[in-house]
């Protein structure tokens, strides 16, 4: 099916057909759910282990009784871990408590209230405060920005990376920007891992912004391969080289690896900038849950371990992104309806719609049972100008759910085009 060429009377026919289909996919009276991309709790099932892996023996490997208040910075083999996935030093990284969205939120008020090189370093006496977002992103990226005050600016996201001429052109112009938000392996939604050339110019980023500028390179699916894993240049070693090893903040977590709501988040940073956040930390907590980091260490004690726990992960997950990319292939492969990634790893698939009608897509798939992401989601303030973007979260359901969902997308985006077609 191609719309724009087509005739009036063409478009009149699908849109009965297509009408008639959505009327049958309503009775049926579904109660499927793509929103969010959570773990299923066939995967979360994976780490049941952790319930009772103690068995009474609360010391770690230096000896620590983790029961205990201390240790701020978090258990030394937990930092270690932390670090492996980020490919940081152990030394500059943190294992805390389960969320890296708290950690980011962390990280952006002591930047915005008291700065990361003292107190005249810090953001809100900038006056006017603004992130670079490449777009479609991360929303609870764009809601930290929101609370804090900071502005937003929308770049493009390209098949390596965001568009560096765009973000680079930004920085020499808008004395305003003092960071970036960065998903860079498997990006949410789009499925993307940064090519190692936008790694590099990454890295040179602070050399034209004004102080204080940092990137928060929110790695969250650093181990979520689907199947061969895609590598993504180190951020921090392309920074040693080009001497702004201070211009980055590295977060990661257990949160989608083990149980989603009792992990273990990691955040990376340069020794200067932790000096500043652990001042930060230490006046708002005596340290971390140390029990859980002790649990999560006796289940994955290593990369090695690690990586085979997320194999298992993988096996589950493959099949449910399979039948989201059979059905786009099989629907719209060759049509002007539009036009999606096919992911190697994470967990979402980005599809683009023809503009105008990613809105009445979701609102129609509502209807009809299925509740996806409200389009605009993945856009700062949650406009996306072209109204065009839908994130679809294939992890939760059941493979034959998937299946299910998708016949609906795919009829919604059918008729939904005509319509708009019809319209115009």
């Not at 408590?97 to 952006?108: A, D």
């Not at 719609?353 to 992401?373: D, H, I, R, S």
Request: glycine share 8%; hydrophobic share 40%; with cysteine.
């Amino acid at each position: 099916m191609n719309i724009e060429h087509a005739s009036q009377e063409q478009l009149r026919l699908w849109e009965h057909q297509l009408a008639a289909d959505y009327a049958a996919i309503v009775a049926r009276k579904l109660n499927l759910d793509l929103t969010r991309g959570k773990p299923s709790a066939e995967q979360l099932s994976l780490s049941d282990d952790l319930d009772g892996i103690l068995k009474g023996n609360y010391k770690s490997l230096d000896g620590t009784d983790t029961r205990n208040y201390g240790g701020g910075e978090g258990l030394p083999e937990a930092r270690a871990l932390g670090a492996a996935i980020l490919d940081a030093s152990p030394s500059e990284t943190l294992a805390l408590g389960n969320s890296s969205l708290t950690l980011m939120f962390q990280c952006l008020l002591n930047a915005v209230q008291f700065g990361f090189d003292g107190p005249d370093s810090a953001w809100h006496k900038r006056g006017k405060m603004t992130f670079i977002c490449p777009t479609p992103g991360y929303d609870r990226h764009f809601t930290l920005c929101e609370q804090l005050g900071i502005q937003m600016i929308a770049v493009d996201m390209g098949p390596e990376g965001p568009n560096m001429d765009q973000v680079e052109q930004l920085i020499d112009q808008d004395p305003s920007i003092c960071g970036m938000w960065c998903v860079p392996k498997y990006a949410n939604p789009t499925g993307v891992t940064y090519s190692d050339a936008v790694v590099d110019r990454m890295a040179k980023l602070a050399k034209r912004a004004q102080p204080g500028f940092r990137i928060f390179w929110d790695n969250a699916y650093a181990v979520h391969d689907l199947a061969e894993p895609q590598t993504l240049a180190s951020i921090m070693a392309a920074c040693n080289i080009a001497g702004t090893q201070d211009s980055v903040i590295q977060f990661a977590s257990t949160s989608k690896i083990t149980h989603a709501g009792a992990g273990v988040a990691f955040v990376a940073m340069s020794a200067r900038n932790l000096t500043s956040f652990k001042t930060f930390l230490n006046s708002q907590s005596i340290g971390p849950d140390k029990v859980n980091q002790l649990r999560h260490m006796r289940l994955l004690p290593d990369m090695a371990h690690l990586r085979n726990h997320m194999q298992a992960h993988a096996r589950i997950l493959q099949p449910r992104f399979d039948a989201v990319s059979s059905a786009l292939d099989a629907a719209f492969t060759g049509t002007d309806l539009g036009q999606w990634e096919t992911p190697k790893g994470g967990y979402f698939v980005s599809f683009d719609t023809q503009p105008g009608c990613a809105q009445l897509v979701v609102q129609m798939a509502a209807e009809a049972g299925v509740k996806l992401t409200p389009a605009g989601a993945t856009f700062p303030y949650g406009k996306d100008p072209q109204d065009r973007n839908i994130r679809i979260a294939p992890s939760v359901p059941s493979v034959a759910e998937v299946i299910a969902a998708m016949e609906v997308f795919v009829t919604c985006v059918k008729l939904a085009s005509v319509r708009r077609k019809l319209a115009a």
